[in-house]
C-alpha cells in the first residue's frame, strides 16, 4: 500500500465519521441499528431532505459497515448522555444540567449552571459527579 492510498483510505474513513455525527443531529437516541438495511432505511428517510445522503447508499461495502459501526456507536452515546444528564439532575438539585457530550467511550463533558455561572467540567460519569459534588461542598 503506498502512501498516497493510505492518505485516501484515511480521508474516506473520516469522511465516514463525519457522515455518522451529521446524522447524530436527526437521532432521536431510540434508533437500533442491528443490519445494514436498517442503517439504509434511516438513510432514506432523510435523503428527502439532503440530497447528498443519497449517494450514501451507493457505498461500497466496507465504507457502509464502518458507518454502521460508528452510527451505532452515535446511537448509544445518545442514549448514554441522556441516562447521565437525568442521574446527575436527581443527584443535584442545585445545579441545572446544559448538555452533556460524549467526546470518547465513557468519557463525557458536562456543561452546567450553578449559582449563575456557567461552567463545564469532564471525565467519567463517577469522575464528573465526584467533581460537582466538590463543587457544592466549596
Excluded: C, H, P
Excluded at 457530550?101 to 464528573?128: C, L, N
Aim: glycine fraction near 2%; charged fraction near 40%.
Amino acid at each position: 500500500m503506498t502512501v498516497n492510498s493510505r492518505s485516501i483510505l484515511k480521508d474516506e474513513r473520516e469522511r465516514v465519521i463525519n457522515i455518522a455525527f451529521f446524522l447524530k443531529k436527526f437521532m432521536t437516541g431510540k434508533e437500533k441499528f442491528s443490519s445494514l438495511d436498517d442503517l439504509v432505511k434511516f438513510i432514506d428517510s432523510l435523503a428527502k431532505k439532503f440530497e447528498f445522503l443519497s449517494t450514501v447508499k451507493n457505498w461500497e461495502k466496507w465504507k457502509l459497515e464502518l458507518l454502521l459501526k460508528k452510527v451505532n456507536f452515535v446511537a448509544r452515546s445518545i442514549r448514554k448522555e441522556k441516562k447521565l444528564k437525568v442521574s446527575l439532575e436527581r443527584k443535584f438539585k442545585g445545579i441545572k444540567i446544559q448538555k452533556v457530550e460524549e467526546y470518547d467511550a465513557d468519557k463525557f463533558t458536562v456543561f452546567y449552571v450553578y449559582e449563575g455561572k456557567s461552567k463545564a467540567v469532564s471525565g467519567s460519569a463517577r469522575e464528573i459527579k465526584q467533581k460537582l459534588l466538590k463543587e457544592i461542598k466549596k
